[in-house]
C-alpha cells in the first residue's frame, strides 16, 4: 500500500505560479513513477507530467517549459514529489491528482485544486 498526501494549490492570477508537493508513504520501493495529472470540469483526467524511479521526466506538451517536476527521497519510508508551476495561464485550471504507479496497481491522491484567474 502506498499512501499520497499532497499540498499546495490555489488560486493564482495567470502569469502567477504555484507550486504542488506530493509525499508518498507506506510502499514506497515498489513505486515505478510519480507524478500528477488534472481534470478540468467536463474534460478528461490527462497527465500533466511524471518521474520515474530512474529520474526521467515526461511532460504533457501543453506545460512544456512552464511545469517542471522534481523528486526527493529523503529516507527508505518517505518519497515527494514537486510540481513548480509557473507562467499559469486560465486553461491550467483543474484540480490536481497525485499519482504513484506501482505493479499491478496505481494510486491516487485525492486531489488539490489550481484556479487560475485572467
Same mark, same amino acid.
Given at each position: 500500500q502506498v499512501q499520497l498526501?499532497? =499540498?499546495?494549490?490555489?488560486?493564482?492570477? #495567470?502569469?502567477?505560479?504555484?507550486?504542488?508537493? %506530493?509525499? #508518498?508513504?507506506? =510502499?514506497?520501493?515498489s513505486i515505478n513513477a510519480m507524478g500528477w495529472y488534472r481534470q478540468a470540469p467536463g474534460k478528461q483526467r490527462e497527465l500533466v507530467a511524471l518521474i520515474s524511479s530512474g529520474g526521467n521526466t515526461a511532460y504533457a506538451d501543453s506545460v512544456k517549459g512552464r511545469f517542471t517536476l522534481s523528486r526527493i527521497s529523503r529516507?527508505?519510508?518517505?518519497?515527494? +514529489?514537486?510540481?513548480?508551476?509557473? =507562467?499559469?495561464?486560465?486553461?491550467?485550471? #483543474? +484540480?490536481?491528482? %497525485?499519482n504513484a504507479k506501482t505493479v499491478p496497481t496505481e494510486y491516487w491522491g485525492q486531489g488539490t485544486q489550481v484556479t487560475v484567474s485572467s
Open positions: 498526501v499532497e =499540498s499546495g494549490g490555489g488560486l493564482v492570477q #495567470a502569469g502567477g505560479s504555484l507550486r504542488l508537493s %506530493c509525499q #508518498a508513504s507506506g =510502499s514506497i520501493f529516507d527508505n519510508a518517505k518519497n515527494t +514529489v514537486y510540481l513548480q508551476m509557473n =507562467s499559469l495561464k486560465p486553461e491550467d485550471t #483543474a +484540480v490536481y491528482y %497525485c
